[in-house]
Protein backbone atom coordinates (compact mmCIF):
# COMPACT_ATOMS: atom_id res chain seq x y z
CA UNK A 1 0.00 0.00 0.00
CA UNK A 2 3.00 2.32 0.84
CA UNK A 3 4.67 1.88 -2.58
CA UNK A 4 1.00 2.20 -4.54
CA UNK A 5 1.00 5.62 -2.24
CA UNK A 6 4.71 6.74 -3.50
CA UNK A 7 3.58 5.69 -6.88
CA UNK A 8 0.84 8.35 -6.81
CA UNK A 9 2.70 11.06 -4.68
CA UNK A 10 5.25 10.62 -7.94
CA UNK A 11 2.35 10.95 -10.16
CA UNK A 12 0.56 13.59 -8.97
CA UNK A 13 3.48 15.69 -8.17
CA UNK A 14 4.83 14.90 -12.16
CA UNK A 15 1.00 16.13 -13.14
CA UNK A 16 1.21 19.44 -10.78
CA UNK A 17 4.31 20.22 -12.80
CA UNK A 18 2.57 19.73 -16.25
CA UNK A 19 -0.38 22.00 -15.26
CA UNK A 20 2.01 24.70 -13.88
CA UNK A 21 3.66 24.81 -16.66
CA UNK A 22 0.81 25.26 -19.51
CA UNK A 23 0.23 28.04 -21.14
CA UNK A 24 -3.46 28.86 -22.67
CA UNK A 25 -2.90 30.42 -25.87
CA UNK A 26 -3.21 33.72 -26.25
CA UNK A 27 -5.01 35.01 -30.02
CA UNK A 28 -2.39 36.43 -32.63
CA UNK A 29 -4.84 39.09 -33.25
CA UNK A 30 -6.96 41.97 -31.56
CA UNK A 31 -10.25 40.91 -30.59
CA UNK A 32 -11.49 43.10 -33.39
CA UNK A 33 -9.23 42.13 -35.63
CA UNK A 34 -10.61 38.54 -34.79
CA UNK A 35 -14.11 38.60 -34.60
CA UNK A 36 -13.63 40.75 -38.51
CA UNK A 37 -11.83 37.76 -39.94
CA UNK A 38 -13.75 35.29 -37.79
CA UNK A 39 -16.97 37.07 -40.04
CA UNK A 40 -15.60 36.72 -43.06
CA UNK A 41 -15.24 32.78 -43.14
CA UNK A 42 -11.30 32.31 -41.28
CA UNK A 43 -11.26 29.24 -39.43
CA UNK A 44 -8.36 30.34 -37.77
CA UNK A 45 -9.92 33.30 -36.82
CA UNK A 46 -12.88 31.78 -35.24
CA UNK A 47 -10.61 30.21 -33.03
CA UNK A 48 -8.91 33.16 -32.09
CA UNK A 49 -12.52 34.14 -31.02
CA UNK A 50 -12.93 31.13 -29.03
CA UNK A 51 -10.15 31.40 -27.26
CA UNK A 52 -11.16 35.41 -26.26
CA UNK A 53 -14.14 34.66 -24.97
CA UNK A 54 -12.51 31.13 -22.89
CA UNK A 55 -9.75 32.12 -21.64
CA UNK A 56 -10.26 33.57 -18.55
CA UNK A 57 -11.93 30.31 -17.42
CA UNK A 58 -9.36 28.22 -18.71
CA UNK A 59 -7.04 29.84 -16.53
CA UNK A 60 -9.38 29.56 -13.96
CA UNK A 61 -9.38 26.22 -14.48
CA UNK A 62 -5.75 25.75 -14.25
CA UNK A 63 -5.51 27.67 -10.99
CA UNK A 64 -8.24 25.41 -9.27
CA UNK A 65 -6.89 22.36 -10.68
CA UNK A 66 -3.27 23.31 -9.01
CA UNK A 67 -4.75 24.04 -6.17
CA UNK A 68 -6.25 20.47 -5.62
CA UNK A 69 -3.28 19.26 -6.88
CA UNK A 70 -1.01 21.48 -4.83
CA UNK A 71 -3.44 19.80 -1.57
CA UNK A 72 -3.51 16.09 -2.83
CA UNK A 73 -0.07 16.51 -2.73
CA UNK A 74 0.33 17.94 0.53
CA UNK A 75 -2.16 15.12 2.24
CA UNK A 76 -0.32 12.38 0.88
CA UNK A 77 3.20 13.92 2.03
CA UNK A 78 1.67 14.01 5.96
CA UNK A 79 0.42 10.46 5.39
CA UNK A 80 3.34 8.90 4.20
CA UNK A 81 5.77 11.15 6.12
CA UNK A 82 4.18 12.14 9.12
CA UNK A 83 3.50 15.50 10.17
CA UNK A 84 7.21 17.28 10.60
CA UNK A 85 8.61 15.85 7.27
CA UNK A 86 5.63 16.03 5.55
CA UNK A 87 4.94 19.75 6.66
CA UNK A 88 8.98 20.35 5.62
CA UNK A 89 8.33 18.33 1.71
CA UNK A 90 5.33 20.06 1.02
CA UNK A 91 6.61 23.50 1.77
CA UNK A 92 9.61 22.69 -0.35
CA UNK A 93 6.73 21.13 -2.94
CA UNK A 94 5.17 24.32 -2.69
CA UNK A 95 7.64 26.88 -2.69
CA UNK A 96 9.78 25.40 -5.82
CA UNK A 97 7.30 23.66 -7.98
CA UNK A 98 7.13 26.90 -9.97
CA UNK A 99 10.21 27.00 -10.55
CA UNK A 100 10.53 23.10 -11.91
CA UNK A 101 7.72 24.20 -14.26
CA UNK A 102 9.34 26.53 -16.05
CA UNK A 103 12.40 24.23 -16.72
CA UNK A 104 12.49 23.99 -20.83
CA UNK A 105 11.34 20.12 -21.18
CA UNK A 106 8.82 20.64 -18.74
CA UNK A 107 7.54 23.02 -20.44
CA UNK A 108 7.79 21.06 -23.25
CA UNK A 109 5.56 18.34 -22.53
CA UNK A 110 3.30 20.39 -20.47
CA UNK A 111 2.56 22.05 -23.68
CA UNK A 112 1.99 19.45 -25.91
CA UNK A 113 -0.60 18.25 -23.22
CA UNK A 114 -2.02 21.40 -23.10
CA UNK A 115 -2.55 21.51 -26.95
CA UNK A 116 -3.81 17.69 -26.84
CA UNK A 117 -6.78 18.61 -24.20
CA UNK A 118 -7.54 22.83 -25.57
CA UNK A 119 -10.16 21.55 -27.24
CA UNK A 120 -12.08 19.90 -24.64
CA UNK A 121 -11.54 22.69 -22.13
CA UNK A 122 -13.13 25.51 -24.52
CA UNK A 123 -15.81 22.60 -24.94
CA UNK A 124 -16.00 22.28 -21.31
CA UNK A 125 -16.67 26.22 -19.98
CA UNK A 126 -18.72 26.93 -22.86
CA UNK A 127 -21.06 24.47 -21.54
CA UNK A 128 -21.06 24.88 -17.61
CA UNK A 129 -19.94 28.27 -17.39
CA UNK A 130 -21.99 29.19 -14.35
CA UNK A 131 -19.46 26.68 -12.54
CA UNK A 132 -16.29 28.15 -13.51
CA UNK A 133 -17.85 31.26 -12.57
CA UNK A 134 -18.04 30.76 -9.01
CA UNK A 135 -14.04 29.82 -8.58
CA UNK A 136 -13.47 32.83 -11.09
CA UNK A 137 -10.94 35.65 -9.40
CA UNK A 138 -10.04 38.89 -11.01
CA UNK A 139 -9.72 38.18 -15.22
CA UNK A 140 -6.27 38.34 -16.68
CA UNK A 141 -5.85 40.14 -19.40
CA UNK A 142 -4.68 39.12 -22.46
CA UNK A 143 -1.66 40.86 -23.42
CA UNK A 144 -2.77 43.68 -26.96
CA UNK A 145 -0.97 41.80 -29.96
CA UNK A 146 0.38 43.76 -32.67
CA UNK A 147 -2.21 45.75 -35.35
CA UNK A 148 -2.18 43.87 -38.19
CA UNK A 149 -4.42 45.28 -40.77
CA UNK A 150 -5.59 49.10 -41.69
CA UNK A 151 -9.04 48.42 -40.54
CA UNK A 152 -7.94 47.36 -36.90
CA UNK A 153 -5.94 50.40 -37.27
CA UNK A 154 -8.91 52.39 -37.71
CA UNK A 155 -10.78 50.74 -35.05
CA UNK A 156 -8.39 51.38 -32.56
CA UNK A 157 -7.66 54.95 -33.38
CA UNK A 158 -11.74 55.07 -33.09
CA UNK A 159 -12.04 54.23 -29.96
CA UNK A 160 -9.10 56.13 -28.62
CA UNK A 161 -10.21 59.05 -25.84
CA UNK A 162 -7.29 60.86 -24.86
CA UNK A 163 -3.67 61.56 -26.40
CA UNK A 164 -4.96 62.36 -29.70
CA UNK A 165 -7.29 65.60 -30.53
CA UNK A 166 -10.55 64.48 -32.80
CA UNK A 167 -8.93 66.55 -35.71
CA UNK A 168 -6.43 64.29 -35.96
CA UNK A 169 -8.56 61.30 -35.32
CA UNK A 170 -10.39 62.87 -38.45
CA UNK A 171 -7.17 62.99 -40.59
CA UNK A 172 -5.93 59.72 -39.72
CA UNK A 173 -9.18 58.07 -40.36
CA UNK A 174 -9.22 60.00 -44.21
CA UNK A 175 -5.40 59.22 -44.26
CA UNK A 176 -6.37 55.29 -44.09
CA UNK A 177 -9.30 55.39 -45.92
CA UNK A 178 -8.05 57.39 -48.82
CA UNK A 179 -6.35 55.15 -51.42
CA UNK A 180 -9.81 53.01 -51.62
CA UNK A 181 -12.11 55.60 -51.99
CA UNK A 182 -12.59 56.52 -55.86
CA UNK A 183 -13.01 59.63 -57.74
CA UNK A 184 -16.69 59.27 -58.17
CA UNK A 185 -17.04 59.85 -54.50
CA UNK A 186 -15.36 63.16 -53.88
CA UNK A 187 -16.54 64.34 -58.48
CA UNK A 188 -18.66 67.55 -58.39
CA UNK A 189 -21.29 66.01 -60.50
CA UNK A 190 -22.26 66.99 -63.72
CA UNK A 191 -25.73 68.67 -63.40
CA UNK A 192 -23.80 70.93 -60.94
CA UNK A 193 -20.86 72.03 -63.47
CA UNK A 194 -20.90 74.92 -65.05
CA UNK A 195 -19.79 75.23 -68.66
CA UNK A 196 -18.67 78.05 -71.37
CA UNK A 197 -19.61 77.76 -74.97
CA UNK A 198 -16.42 78.17 -76.92
CA UNK A 199 -18.36 80.96 -78.98
CA UNK A 200 -19.19 83.20 -75.81
CA UNK A 201 -17.91 86.30 -75.45
CA UNK A 202 -16.53 86.91 -71.85
CA UNK A 203 -17.61 90.88 -71.61
CA UNK A 204 -18.21 92.12 -67.74
CA UNK A 205 -21.46 90.74 -67.62
CA UNK A 206 -20.45 87.19 -68.78
CA UNK A 207 -17.35 87.29 -66.29
CA UNK A 208 -19.81 88.59 -63.68
CA UNK A 209 -21.81 86.15 -64.47
CA UNK A 210 -18.91 83.11 -63.98
CA UNK A 211 -17.70 84.82 -60.88
CA UNK A 212 -21.29 84.83 -58.91
CA UNK A 213 -20.97 81.33 -59.38
CA UNK A 214 -18.08 80.70 -57.07
CA UNK A 215 -16.34 78.63 -59.30
CA UNK A 216 -12.36 79.59 -60.75
CA UNK A 217 -12.39 76.96 -63.19
CA UNK A 218 -15.03 76.27 -65.78
CA UNK A 219 -15.15 73.95 -68.35
CA UNK A 220 -15.20 75.27 -72.36
CA UNK A 221 -17.71 73.00 -74.30
CA UNK A 222 -18.55 72.83 -78.23
CA UNK A 223 -22.11 71.97 -78.22
CA UNK A 224 -22.63 69.99 -75.28
CA UNK A 225 -20.97 68.79 -72.18
CA UNK A 226 -19.67 65.70 -73.89
CA UNK A 227 -17.42 67.38 -75.78
CA UNK A 228 -15.03 69.89 -73.46
CA UNK A 229 -12.35 71.42 -75.54
CA UNK A 230 -10.34 73.38 -72.54
CA UNK A 231 -10.60 74.66 -69.34
CA UNK A 232 -11.11 78.89 -68.81
CA UNK A 233 -9.76 80.01 -65.78
CA UNK A 234 -11.12 82.82 -64.37
CA UNK A 235 -8.27 84.47 -62.30
CA UNK A 236 -6.90 84.49 -65.54
CA UNK A 237 -9.75 86.79 -67.35
CA UNK A 238 -10.04 88.92 -63.97
CA UNK A 239 -6.62 90.60 -65.22
CA UNK A 240 -7.06 90.52 -68.66
CA UNK A 241 -7.27 94.18 -70.47
CA UNK A 242 -10.67 95.23 -71.77
CA UNK A 243 -9.10 96.47 -75.03
CA UNK A 244 -10.46 93.23 -76.54
CA UNK A 245 -13.46 90.99 -75.12
CA UNK A 246 -11.88 87.59 -76.25
CA UNK A 247 -14.07 84.36 -76.92
CA UNK A 248 -13.87 81.03 -74.44
CA UNK A 249 -11.72 79.60 -77.36
CA UNK A 250 -9.29 82.23 -77.52
CA UNK A 251 -9.07 82.29 -73.57
CA UNK A 252 -9.38 79.57 -72.46
CA UNK A 253 -6.52 76.42 -71.80
CA UNK A 254 -6.42 73.92 -74.73
CA UNK A 255 -4.93 71.42 -72.38
CA UNK A 256 -7.81 68.84 -71.45
CA UNK A 257 -6.93 65.71 -68.72
CA UNK A 258 -9.64 63.21 -68.31
CA UNK A 259 -10.17 60.54 -65.59
CA UNK A 260 -11.99 57.69 -64.93
CA UNK A 261 -14.81 57.71 -62.53
CA UNK A 262 -13.55 54.29 -61.03
CA UNK A 263 -9.90 55.28 -60.40
CA UNK A 264 -8.92 55.56 -56.82
CA UNK A 265 -8.20 58.96 -55.19
CA UNK A 266 -4.34 57.82 -54.92
CA UNK A 267 -4.19 57.92 -58.96
CA UNK A 268 -6.17 61.18 -59.26
CA UNK A 269 -3.83 62.71 -56.85
CA UNK A 270 -1.03 61.35 -58.62
CA UNK A 271 -1.99 62.55 -61.68
CA UNK A 272 -2.24 66.03 -60.50
CA UNK A 273 1.04 66.01 -59.08
CA UNK A 274 2.06 64.80 -62.31
CA UNK A 275 0.49 67.33 -64.78
CA UNK A 276 0.49 69.75 -62.28
CA UNK A 277 -2.96 70.85 -62.80
CA UNK A 278 -5.65 71.38 -60.78
CA UNK A 279 -9.02 69.97 -62.54
CA UNK A 280 -9.79 66.56 -64.18
CA UNK A 281 -13.09 66.25 -66.51
CA UNK A 282 -14.29 62.83 -64.83
CA UNK A 283 -15.89 60.37 -67.63
CA UNK A 284 -17.53 56.52 -67.75
CA UNK A 285 -16.58 53.94 -69.00
CA UNK A 286 -18.05 55.25 -72.47
CA UNK A 287 -16.17 58.73 -71.84
CA UNK A 288 -19.29 60.21 -71.25
CA UNK A 289 -18.96 63.28 -68.83
CA UNK A 290 -19.80 62.63 -65.76
CA UNK A 291 -18.39 65.29 -63.53
CA UNK A 292 -15.24 67.40 -62.35
CA UNK A 293 -13.13 66.53 -60.28
CA UNK A 294 -10.34 69.36 -58.86
CA UNK A 295 -7.16 68.59 -56.41
CA UNK A 296 -9.23 70.78 -53.73
CA UNK A 297 -12.04 67.58 -53.67
CA UNK A 298 -9.16 65.04 -53.03
CA UNK A 299 -6.65 67.37 -51.02
CA UNK A 300 -9.96 67.45 -48.34
CA UNK A 301 -10.76 63.92 -48.87
CA UNK A 302 -7.19 63.16 -47.70
CA UNK A 303 -6.98 65.56 -45.09
CA UNK A 304 -10.73 65.26 -43.66
CA UNK A 305 -11.04 69.00 -43.94
CA UNK A 306 -12.78 71.61 -46.06
CA UNK A 307 -9.99 73.94 -48.83
CA UNK A 308 -10.86 77.48 -48.56
CA UNK A 309 -9.96 78.50 -51.87
CA UNK A 310 -10.55 82.49 -52.30
CA UNK A 311 -12.27 81.88 -55.99
CA UNK A 312 -14.12 78.91 -54.50
CA UNK A 313 -17.41 79.80 -52.57
CA UNK A 314 -19.99 77.60 -52.96
CA UNK A 315 -21.23 74.58 -51.38
CA UNK A 316 -20.57 71.10 -51.12
CA UNK A 317 -21.72 70.32 -54.74
CA UNK A 318 -22.95 66.51 -54.14
CA UNK A 319 -25.50 67.45 -51.52
CA UNK A 320 -26.62 70.49 -53.71
CA UNK A 321 -26.57 68.38 -56.67
CA UNK A 322 -28.71 65.26 -54.43
CA UNK A 323 -31.40 68.07 -54.22
CA UNK A 324 -31.39 68.53 -57.78
CA UNK A 325 -31.99 72.70 -58.21
CA UNK A 326 -31.91 72.63 -61.21
CA UNK A 327 -34.61 70.11 -61.45
CA UNK A 328 -33.10 67.77 -63.73
CA UNK A 329 -35.50 65.10 -65.48
CA UNK A 330 -37.99 66.22 -63.72
CA UNK A 331 -40.87 67.45 -65.63
CA UNK A 332 -44.73 67.22 -64.66
CA UNK A 333 -45.67 64.26 -65.17
CA UNK A 334 -42.88 62.49 -64.17
CA UNK A 335 -42.73 58.83 -62.55
CA UNK A 336 -39.57 57.22 -61.03
CA UNK A 337 -40.07 53.71 -61.22
Known amino acids: MTLLLWILFGITTIVLLLVASMRPHQ ?45 IVIIMSVVQLGWLMGVVIAVVIVLWYPVVARLPFIVRYGQKLYD ?30 IITSKE ?25 SFGARLVSEVMTPKSMVDTVETKELL ?66 LNAFIRTRHHLFIVVNEYRETVGVVSLEDVMEALLGQEIIDEFDAHDDLRKVAARNPRKNNEPSAHTDV
Do not use: C
Not at 116 to 144: G, S, V
Open 27 to 71: PARSKFEAERLADSGDGIARQDVLRYKTYNDIVTIQRVTSALLMV
Open 116 to 145: AIEPKLIQFTTRFPQLIAIFRTRPTDIEPP
Open 152 to 176: ELQHSVALMTSGISADEKRRIAHGL
Open 203 to 268: GPLALDGLHKTGHSRFPVVEGDIDHIVGILHIQDLLVATAKKTPTASQAMEWKVFYIREDQTLQHA
